[in-house]
T-cell receptor, first 113, second 116 residues
């Protein structure tokens, strides 16, 4: 089945130690998104890629970076995680920017010690 | 900027009964999408139902239906014949439609508990 896959599902890192979260998709969608969702809160968009074009939300901290080496994969890099970065990180895809539906992965829960 | 408000942090319903989740939004645009997403505990978010603003007819997907009141900027979700598997966090979301990039704006969510 076509899907959005996130690895790992649970990630533990230390304060200040760089960490990378991975997302892959078999939907062949052009757009990939990264959201941060803190406990019992709404998902907050960090950035998205339309094909190779990167679009950062204005309030996304510089500590968060992303890479999309090909259509199928997208990575979220947190350069120096702080305790406040502990959250669920959701990857999503859509066919295009005007495509109505976003398909979500299961998320990666990040713990910062 | 668009905002989405869900005024019910938590709701509960008895199995087989009907429950309605509320959502209001604020926008100056005339063409947009509205969504309800379901996020079960420790599971991925899935789309429950979608409404295009230009459509007057309320969307329906099996036991799920919406009451879309464009003038009032209201978009409620009705779940009929509630099942235990409906227990989840429900998010209302808004997205611009058209040629510009449509960012999904979520409400704060409503936790739905279904009692057997």
């Amino acid at each position: 089945d076509a899907m959005v896959i996130q690895n790992p599902r649970y990630q533990v890192t230390q304060f200040g130690k760089p960490v990378t979260l991975s997302c892959s998709q078999t939907l062949n969608h052009n757009v990939m998104y990264w959201y941060q969702q803190k406990s019992s809160q709404a998902p907050k968009l960090l950035f998205h890629y339309y094909d190779k074009d990167f679009n950062n939300e204005a309030d996304t901290p510089d500590n968060f970076q992303s890479r999309r080496p090909n259509t199928s994969f997208c990575f979220l890099d947190i350069r120096s995680p702080g305790l406040g970065d502990a959250a669920m990180y959701l990857c999503a895809t859509s066919r295009d920017l005007q495509g109505a539906e976003q398909f979500f992965g299961p998320g990666t829960r990040l713990t910062v010690l | 900027a668009q905002t989405v408000t869900q005024s019910q942090p938590e709701m509960s319903v008895q199995e087989a009964e009907t429950v309605t989740l509320s959502c209001t939004y604020d926008t100056s645009e005339s063409d947009y999408y509205l969504f309800w997403y379901k996020q079960p505990p420790s599971r991925q978010m899935i789309l429950v139902i979608r409404q295009e603003a230009y459509k007057q007819q309320n969307a329906t997907e099996n036991r799920f239906s919406v009451n879309f009141q464009k003038a009032a900027k209201s978009f409620s979700l009705k779940i009929s014949d509630s099942q235990l598997g409906d227990a989840a966090m429900y998010f209302c979301a808004y997205r611009t439609r058209g040629t510009s990039y449509g960012k999904l704006t979520f409400g704060q969510g409503t936790i739905l508990t279904v009692h057997p």
